[in-house]
């Protein structure tokens, strides 16, 4: 079975950082590309950031460019947000997705990134 | 890059058919087939419906459909179920952010 579980959320500043964990089972980890896509509270989705199977193709929305930096451990089957100087837009609830096909197929609970201002 | 437009709301009786537009350009959801479908329940995980246009993952019922014309994506649900009543979101693939995602369609069965 497919699982996504998502750490590292909480109660934030802002100008402070955060660093988000998503741990994957129940697939070849490393034959998949991951994403982050957030959801403010009772807002859409928004999609913010993308690394490929073998990190060398990163991307970020606008939104969070030169702030957010992605990474990934194959050996670690794990995907990783590192968040700086947030903001309180960036409030939401942070998913970790899988990436098949060019559609988002297995999306983890997901993990709360308050403002606490 | 600004979201893909959807309609806030529709709404339909069960058993009717219902049709949820997703609008953008040429340089996104015209000009790619890279575009997929979501729904949300309240309070629950989106869940992949449609991906590349019109194909749907193993486990989602054949009254979903997707189909594209022009710089228009458009998710039909045949037969409306009580069960279908949730927030639906399309995505699409472009060069210049890489993901954009839909502004988000609440469907309601009346």
């Known amino acids: 079975e497919v699982q996504l579980v998502e750490s590292g959320g909480g109660l934030v500043q802002p100008g402070e950082s955060l660093r988000l964990s998503c741990a994957a089972s129940?697939?070849?980890?490393?034959?998949?590309?991951m994403n982050w896509v957030r959801q403010a509270p009772g807002k859409g989705l928004e999609w913010i950031s993308y690394?490929?199977?073998?990190?060398?193709?990163?991307q970020y929305a606008d939104s969070v460019k030169g702030r957010f930096t992605i990474s990934r451990d194959n050996a670690r089957n794990s995907v990783f947000l590192q968040m700086n100087s947030l903001r309180a837009e960036d409030t939401a609830l942070y998913y970790c997705?899988?990436?098949?096909?060019?559609?988002?197929?297995?999306w983890g609970q997901g993990t709360l990134v308050t403002d606490s201002s | 890059q600004s979201a893909l437009t959807q309609p806030p709301s529709v709404s339909g009786s069960p058993g009717q058919s219902v049709t949820i537009s997703c609008t953008g350009t040429?340089?996104?959801?015209?000009?790619?087939?890279?575009v997929s479908w979501y729904q949300q329940p309240p309070g629950t995980t989106p869940k992949l419906i449609i991906y590349?246009?019109?194909n749907r993952p193993s486990g989602v019922p054949d009254r979903f459909s997707g189909s594209k014309s022009g710089n228009t994506a458009s998710l039909t649900i045949s037969g409306l179920q009580p069960e279908d009543e949730a927030d639906y979101y399309c995505?699409?693939?472009?060069?210049?952010?890489?993901?954009?995602f839909g502004s988000g369609t609440k469907v309601t069965v009346l």
């Open positions: 129940g697939f070849t980890f490393g034959s998949f590309s």
């Open positions: 997705v899988r990436d098949h096909d060019w559609g988002f197929d297995f």
């Open positions: 690394i490929d199977r073998s990190a060398t193709n990163i």
């Open positions: 040429s340089s996104d959801v015209g000009g790619y087939n890279h």
């Open positions: 590349e246009v019109y």
């Open positions: 995505n699409s693939y472009i060069p210049s952010s890489f993901f954009v």
